[in-house]
Structure formats: structure tokens, C-alpha cells
């Protein structure tokens, strides 16, 4: 059985710099790409965040969020982090990880195939 477990997430100030992590578990996690998507309160769709290649080792990230916010994997521990810096009240959404053994990386939510439960990041002022 596949599962994906975010934690990490929770109350965090204004200019905080969280961790965020997920365990993967059930399949060959060093061939499959990562991604950390976010979905706001009152949006309907999860806005990709970024993605980890694991064949490539490539990272990809959202334009409005690079330089703040880090991708990255331990596939001996089986796990995906997102390094987050410089927190923003609208940083406020659940995080979720996701998983997609595609060759080639995407940012549609639509498109990844596993998904973790997510995790509530609060940002406070």
C-alpha cells in the first residue's frame, strides 16, 4: 500500500522558516518525481509549489515562490522536504505532497498521481 505522510506543518510567525516533510512508502520513491503542491482557503485548485526530479535530480518551482522556498530528497529515508523562508501570511494554505513516475516533470496537480493527506501551514502576523 502507497502512502504519503506530510508533517511539519502548523503555526508559524510572519518570517519564519518552517520544514516541511513527507514519507513515502510503498513504491521505488528514487525513480518517482516529488512535488509539494498548496491549496488555500477559498481556492479550488492546489497551486504547484515544487517538483524533484528523481531521475534527473532537477528541481522546478513555482516562479512566484522561487528563492523562498527549497525542494529537496533523501531517498535513503525515503523522504521530501520543502525548505520554506521568509513566511507570508499568504503562504496560509494545506501543503500536500505528491508523487507521478512520469519522465518528465509537470506542474498540474491533475496530472500527479499520489498524494499525501496535507499538512495546515497558519502563517500569523
Given at each position: 500500500?502507497v502512502?504519503l505522510?506530510?508533517?511539519?506543518g502548523g503555526?508559524?510567525q510572519a518570517?519564519?522558516?518552517?520544514?516541511?516533510?513527507?514519507?513515502?512508502?510503498?513504491?521505488?520513491?528514487s525513480?518517482?518525481?516529488?512535488?509539494?503542491?498548496?491549496?488555500a482557503?477559498?481556492?479550488?485548485e492546489r497551486?504547484?509549489?515544487?517538483?524533484?526530479?528523481?531521475?534527473?535530480?532537477?528541481?522546478?518551482?513555482?516562479?512566484?515562490?522561487?528563492?523562498r522556498?527549497?525542494?529537496?530528497?533523501?531517498n535513503a529515508?525515503?523522504?521530501?522536504?520543502?525548505e520554506?523562508?521568509?513566511?507570508?501570511?499568504?503562504?496560509?494554505?494545506?501543503?500536500?505532497?505528491?508523487?507521478?513516475?512520469?519522465?518528465?516533470?509537470?506542474?498540474?496537480?491533475?496530472?500527479?498521481?499520489?498524494?499525501?493527506q496535507?499538512t495546515?501551514?497558519?502563517v500569523?502576523t
Amino acid at each position: 500500500q502507497v502512502q504519503l505522510v506530510e508533517s511539519g506543518g502548523g503555526l508559524v510567525q510572519a518570517g519564519g522558516s518552517p520544514r516541511l516533510s513527507c514519507v513515502v512508502s510503498g513504491l521505488a520513491f528514487s525513480d518517482w518525481i516529488m512535488a509539494w503542491f498548496r491549496l488555500a482557503s477559498g481556492k479550488e485548485e492546489r497551486e504547484f509549489v515544487a517538483a524533484h526530479s528523481g531521475l534527473t535530480w532537477k528541481t522546478y518551482y513555482s516562479a512566484s515562490l522561487k528563492g523562498r522556498f527549497t525542494i529537496s530528497r533523501d531517498n535513503a529515508k525515503n523522504t521530501v522536504y520543502l525548505e520554506m523562508n521568509s513566511l507570508k501570511p499568504e503562504d496560509t494554505a494545506v501543503y500536500y505532497c505528491a508523487a507521478d513516475d512520469s519522465i518528465k516533470v509537470v506542474t498540474i496537480s491533475e496530472l500527479y498521481e499520489l498524494w499525501g493527506q496535507g499538512t495546515q501551514v497558519t502563517v500569523s502576523t
